[in-house]
């Protein structure tokens, strides 16, 4: 039981990560209508970049996470203006695809820059585990647990209370229409890609500081799994990334523990299978039907 | 027996009810009209006709055979084929391949011989070479065979989407604004052109329309749709001087 | 009038049949030339040793062209396939006892059939989703399929397989490249091409005419997959050892790259591009780290070049020769 339930909170730890990870791409995909393939590999490069703040430059670690946060976000509207803007009007095939080679252009430069051997990153996280009766919840499981929560209720305020948030609402819904009502659908959806992207930058603060291994795929395979979740939850809908993300990682979790670790991924990928089939817009998701 | 027996035909969009109760009767070898104010739902009932949409309530019977719930392809195998109000031609590849894809469904040859490329294969291409070229003549079209489909004026790719669905031999054919974007004189050589395609073909039209000059110029029967309801149904005649249809479009004064 | 059409029939069958002369002649020739390479002191060792793996990646490339250049579907899983291929192969030759080429054969049919099967039921599910989701549900079954090859016992878990028979030759290679090719360019070239082209050009209207775009998306599938096991089983049989990790989403990128480099829709482009991106690495061993980072450029710049406003712009400039002009669009007819 004892264990059941430490694996139960260390898959709502992992599922808090990909629920932060799935957030960006579910706004990314309600706006612009694209898988931004390149959303996991940003994480990879906030990890990098907190090592190079706190291990190479010696900052302090609160900074170094706030610059961590804000180069992952420029990084993503960088991205959006250099490779998705221009193709805006192409087949969707093309952007796809474009999509793809940044993702392996971010890989293959951390790949140059830092090279292939795994380097140990010790986490900047340094709070004391609580003990509840016999379960111990690490000090990195709780912090995620406390800046998830945060930035999840920051997210949910800004998208239904703020201009900017309701124009991002607008621009999802029916982008010419937001255009007529006077919201530059350029910014907005740059917007997106900021907040998307600075989401990355705290799931790969996060995710570093429980794995302390840096690599360049590090992001890849996580970016996948939270893919699976944004579809679980519901594609385009906010509270069906933290939703699926929490169920993904609390999946994956138990599946590890008591199927096998090797199996656990397919039960992963499985899921975006059965769901993409059975009702593709996923638990919190709406119909959307093609107007021809 | 009338060819097409359209009966409550009706569909829900989410809360919006899109089409509702259109009774539609066309006989066959009849030019039938269907008119009315952007947003009525015209192009909707042609997207329910074609099984682009499967309606919430309703029949529609063509030759006396049920066709609701049926794919777009069983449909148009049927005899339904259709143009759209965007164009929606295969832009990258030929004008000839354009019609001659539509033709798939006539010259089966197997995928063994399409593999080994056989003599039914040979045979198979060259027929639809002929037929192809044949019905592209029809429009004047066969000058630009070998032209990617994109690259035709805006006129002559309306008149390829028209060429690319008579190919598929349909008893019905529904034409979705053929005239838009075209000035008068291009107007009239369409309206021509219907003419000549039903007694060519044999094919029962039905189309979408705004230029009125077309409408009343060659349908003999027109229903008007409004907010997805039947507002008036009959020749041009009654129908454009119904005084509810006027201001239909005009609004009210 | 009649004379004047059965004349032009002669010419067009006298045009075939000496198309038809000249491919066998070439496909001869071309065999001369590979046996040349392969035998004699024109290629030094590291680059024999490239000539099966550069098959191996034509016949990946092919296959997945139909897929991504000619259906307009991405599919990010052809690895998978290709490990269904390689380990099927594989397997057989370990377990039977019959002669070489004989057993060799069998394997690589099976290889392709089973791969096509699965190829065929996982077109299944797809049928319904298109551009984005296809792909992803392709990234899906080819982690799922490698996830599945890692836990088995009988396909020897992470470890895989090793000591399979070393069959692969120049030999094997070229007729099973030529047969890709030949079966290829038939297909898309017949109807069922045409079909297949019409579905990515504009699936709706390809439905109104009649062409079941759920049935053509499968049989594309099936026909992708078949050609990516049979590569699988030259692949296991070239260097006699087999691991899961060989057929990674990062392996189904680098076919990607391929297909992207040598133009959707071009078998032409595909041919040359797998091997131009066979020998390269090979050839700029040195500059290995920067492998990576080229073939996401030519990823992102191949994109781009399809950017309606960066065309608009090329197209407008007198300047640029008419080839640059043309890099980058989407190929017709195949060869």
Known sequence: ?292 | MALLEVKNLGINFGGLRAVDGVNLTIEEGQLYGLIGPNGAGKTTVFNLLTGVYKPTSGTIRLDNESIVGKSSSQICQTGIARTFQNIRLFNNMTVLENVKAAFHNEFKYSLLASLLHSKSFSSGEKEMDKRALDLLKVFGLDIYADEYACNLSYGAQRKLEIARALATNPKLLLLDEPAAGMNPQETSELMDTIRLIRERFHVTILLIEHDMKLVSGICEEILVLNFGTELAKGTPDEVLNNPEVITAYLGEE | MEKKASNNMNLKNNKNFNKKIIAVVGIVVGYILISLLANGDLLSRQFKSLIVPAGINIILAVSLNLTVGFLGELSLGHAGFMSIGAYTAALFTLNMNLPGPLEFMIAIVLAGLIAGLFGYLIGVPVLRLRGDYLAIVTLAFGEIIRSLINSFKFTGGAIGLSKIPRYSNYTWVYVLVILTILLSYNFVTSRYGRAIKSIRENYIAAETIGIKVSRYKTLTFAIAAFFAGVAGALYSHNFGVLRPSDFDYNKSIEILVIVVLGGMGSIRGSVIAAILLTILPEALRAVNEFRMLLYAIVLIIMMLLRSPDLRAKIEENEKLPKFIKNFGKIKEGGI
């Open chain 1, 1 to 292: 039981m004892v264990r059941f339930l430490e694996q139960f909170i260390n898959g709502l730890s992992v599922g808090s990560v990909y629920a932060l990870i799935a957030l960006g791409y579910t706004m990314v995909y309600g706006i612009a209508r694209m898988i931004n393939f390149a959303h996991g590999d940003i994480i990879m490069v906030g990890a990098y970049v907190l090592y190079v703040c706190k291990s190479i430059i010696g900052l302090p670690s609160i900074v170094s996470v706030i610059v961590t946060i804000v180069f992952c976000s420029l990084l993503g509207i960088t991205i959006e203006k250099i490779a998705y803007k221009p193709l805006r009007k192409a087949p969707s095939l093309a952007v796809l695809i474009t999509a793809i080679g940044m993702s392996f252009l971010l890989q293959a430069l951390s790949l140059l820059i830092f090279g292939a051997n795994p380097i140990t990153f010790p986490s900047v996280i340094k709070v004391s585990p609580i003990y509840i009766g016999s379960i111990t919840i690490s000090g990195i499981t709780i912090i995620t647990f406390v800046v998830t929560f945060i930035c999840m209720i920051g997210l949910t305020y800004f998208v239904n209370n703020t201009k900017a948030g309701s124009a991002m609402r607008a621009a999802s819904e029916d982008k010419p229409a937001a255009e007529l009502m006077g919201i530059n659908v350029n910014r907005t959806i740059s917007m997106v890609f900021a907040i998307g992207s600075a989401l990355a930058g705290v799931a790969g603060f996060l995710y570093i500081s429980q794995y302390q291994s840096l690599m360049p795929t590090l992001g890849a395979l996580p970016g996948i799994k939270a893919f699976v979740a944004a579809v679980l939850g519901g594609i385009g809908s906010i509270p069906g990334a933290m939703l699926g993300g929490i169920m993904l990682g609390v999946i994956e979790s138990l599946s590890k523990a008591y199927i096998s670790t090797q199996l656990a991924d397919a039960i992963v990928f499985g899921i975006l299978v059965i769901v993409l089939i059975v009702k593709p817009s996923g638990l919190l998701g709406k119909n959307s039907i093609e107007k021809v």
